[in-house]
């Protein structure tokens, strides 16, 4: 039974969440969301002073239903301005560079805390969210480890970050071989093997670096010095059979046959596999979370603090909140979302692919992504830069 099943996952998921936090829990030290959060004056959200009928989104690339804006268009009388991004290093950059002019953006959470931390958003005015009630509690308890007592960010989507491949492509070159393996990317004889027909890594070292931790048997979300220069000479020494580092040209690349294994998320390689039998092109895309381990992880929606349409950018998110238009975005997207309300009208060759709500198996592998840390992230950006430049 749907209900059930979502109910064990989130069980999970808050498990993995509490498992990456540490004993206490609580990596924050309970201190999140005060000093720096905006005041309750600068977060009125009121655009009736703008009077504009304007929202711009800032969200992921493939990650919204083919009508969902221009339905919420014609609903409310407000323009949508939509832009996109892959990955949350670009996200980063842009809140961090500030007068961002979104008024929802959509970091995962392991981003979330420092955001939070820093200042970026401003507080959700819950009065303005109807439907709030329609999400997971158990989610929002697993979120509530980023952003205490769930003051800014509403989860959206949650997934898992894996290997896509091309059955026939790879099977052809490892007859026998296990693929559900982080060996088919980090063993070099075996990536060797997959460099003609296309090999491609997200070019984002927060996915990168616990894989290649993941590889080595090493802790996902180490920040040893140590493990880290582990993780930097395994990814430089496939550097050679890697086609390109790029974190959503993989999904038509799969699809078409120009790549035959790919680091990615599962939604995009199960759009892939959706592309590659809409096209009847022969090729057949498969998605593993590989057996040393995986990280989950789940992307939530927040207001920046200098939104120009708050009032507008809770009109979305409650919209987002309605059963019927969240379960028709996974129903396209093949994530699953963060709505309990939602999940019976989820389409079930969604609701049943274990690619996208996991069965007890793949849940065990799993494991949160830890919160960002700053210090050891600029260590990290250094040594992803010379691996991208093969130094
Ligand atoms: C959407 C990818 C979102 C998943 N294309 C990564 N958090």
């Known amino acids: 039974m749907p209900a059930a099943r979502l109910a064990r996952i989130t069980c999970l998921l808050l498990f993995t969440l509490l498992a990456a936090c540490g004993e206490s829990g609580d990596p924050f030290g309970g201190s999140a969301g005060d000093a720096a959060a905006p005041s309750a004056a600068s977060a009125g959200n ?15 690339s493939d990650y919204i239903g083919p009508d969902t804006i221009a339905n919420f268009e014609r609903e409310t009388g407000i323009k949508v301005n939509y832009d996109v991004f892959d990955s949350n290093e670009v996200l980063e950059a842009k809140l961090l560079a500030g ?11 392991s981003f979330v805390a420092r955001q939070i931390k820093a200042g970026l958003f401003q507080p959700l005015d819950r009065m303005q969210l109807p439907h709030y009630n329609n999400l997971d509690a158990d989610i929002l308890h697993a979120l509530a480890t980023y952003d205490p007592d769930n003051v800014y960010a509403v989860p959206y989507m949650w997934g898992t970050t894996g290997i896509g491949y091309n059955v026939a492509q790879v099977t052809a070159r490892l007859p026998g071989a296990r693929l559900d393996t982080w060996g088919l990317l980090f063993d070099p004889d075996t990536v060797a093997k997959l460099a003609d ?16 931790r993941f590889a080595l048997g090493l802790p996902a979300s180490s920040t ?22 790029h974190s959503s040209q993989y999904i038509n690349d799969l699809a078409n046959g120009e790549l035959c294994v790919a680091m990615g998320w ?23 979370v590989p057996r040393e381990g ?3 992880w789940f992307d939530s929606m927040v207001i920046p603090k200098d939104a120009p349409h708050p009032a507008n950018a809770h009109r979305f ?13 996974s129903d396209a997207v093949h994530y699953a979302n963060a709505n309990a309300q939602a999940t019976p009208l989820v389409s079930p060759a969604v609701r049943d692919d274990p690619a996208i709500y996991p069965d007890a198996q793949t849940r065990a592998r799993l494991e949160a992504a830890a919160p960002t840390n700053p210090e050891f992230d600029r260590l990290v950006t250094r040594a992803w830069t010379r691996v991208k430049s093969g130094r």
């Open 99 to 109: 007068h961002t002019g979104y008024d929802i953006v959509v970091p995962s959470a």
């Open 224 to 245: 040893s010095v140590t493990d880290l220069g582990a993780a930097e000479a395994a990814l430089s020494s496939i550097r050679p059979y890697v086609r390109y580092f």
């Open 294 to 296: 995986a990280l989950m």
């Open 266 to 288: 599962n939604g995009d390689v199960l759009q892939a596999r959706a592309r590659a039998r809409d096209a009847a092109n022969g090729n057949d895309i498969a998605y593993v």
């Open 317 to 329: 998110l409650d919209y987002l909140m309605r059963p019927e238009v969240i379960a028709a975005v």
């Open 197 to 212: 027909c296309g090999v491609a890594l997200l070019d984002a070292p927060s996915e990168t670096f616990p894989a290649a």
């Open 46 to 60: 009121d655009d009736a002073g703008h009077g504009e009928q304007v929202l711009n989104v800032y969200n992921w």
